[in-house]
DNA sequence: TGGTATAACATGGTATTTTATGGGATTCAA
DNA sequence: TTGAATCCCATAAAATACCATGTTATACCA
């Protein structure tokens, strides 16, 4: 068994005229390890589909049980929107899931979907919207060294 | 089991047509007693790759967990930008990892690939680019002796 | 201490497996 | 029965495991 499990890296996979896309063989591997199950949905802060582990929705619902006080009412909604957005997303025997047109249409993808790796989660981006995304981050990340020092220190 | 881990020393290894590299021996028993795995990105600071141990990035992704709720977007762009680069390399029976085009043209490497060790991290450097950087940061830490002992005990 | 045997390592080449992806066939539901 | 979703098969490319060899470093013994 594993001890760790990150979704990693940047990977362009084809979607295919009925929607079919691979899941990237990584993040298969990790849903296959921990017997659970790959969950997506819009995101709510980018034009793209976010997806993680059944697990880490489980986690979120029971920190909600248990700590209701701890979120405001606004986050509260938002976990409404998660779940009434969420979807489990079973593979098949060659690793492909269906996405759907709710989600492709969020994103803006058609016919390629780039897989970013986010620890934790994971998103779904159309290329070009990736792309820009991509230099956006990384043209402020190098603006805001001072703050990235201090947090790569953490370590 | 051993106590300490660092990555050190400065190896000069060959990079075949496919992009195999020999990772060190030293870095490879490193991984393998911590039952860990290699990861590797392009540095956000040089033209080079940086490795270091899973378990770092890990250890990164817990506590950005903790420190933010699920929705946050605080930390949205480092995490995008750390594991959407990030990749694992497992290394085959000979030892060897087969690095992508994406960080190999990042730091110009192309038949020649130094490792040099920085403690929890390594990097991996085009022979050439790294014989001026070596030199450059000695020339530094020369001039600045005495900030070096401070800037030290900030880590 | 010097010399030799042994083991470890880097590295080239080849074989095998995995992965992504296209194209049906089959099942299911409206 | 028709459209959509799921499953199964086939294939090409890419990643990975395996084998072989020369070289270097290490251990061992006189």
Redesign the interface.
């Known amino acids: 068994m594993r ?2 499990f ?5 990977i362009f996979n084809k979607v295919d005229a009925k929607g079919r896309v691979s899941l990237p063989a ?1 993040y298969r591997a990790i849903a296959k390890e921990l017997s659970t199950e790959i969950v997506c949905y819009r995101s ?2 980018a034009p793209c589909i976010e997806g993680c582990l059944e697990d ?1 929705l489980d986690k ?1 619902a029971t920190e909600i049980e248990n700590a209701t006080d701890f979120f405001s009412e606004t ?1 509260d909604n ?1 976990t409404n929107l ?1 779940f009434g957005d969420a979807k489990r997303f079973a593979f098949d025997s060659t690793g492909r899931i269906m996405l759907t047109e709710k989600l492709l249409k969020h994103a803006g993808i058609t016919d390629t979907a780039v897989f ?6 994971f ?1 779904i981006w159309n290329p070009q919207n990736w792309e820009k ?2 230099a956006r ?2 043209a ?3 603006k805001n060294r001072p703050t ?1 020092k201090a ?1 790569k ?3």
């Open positions: 001890k760790i990150l979704f990693m890296d940047t990584d709510l802060s880490s979120l986050q938002l998660i970013v790796g986010k620890g934790r989660k998103q995304e991509e981050i990384r402020e990340v190098m990235l947090q220190e953490q370590e």
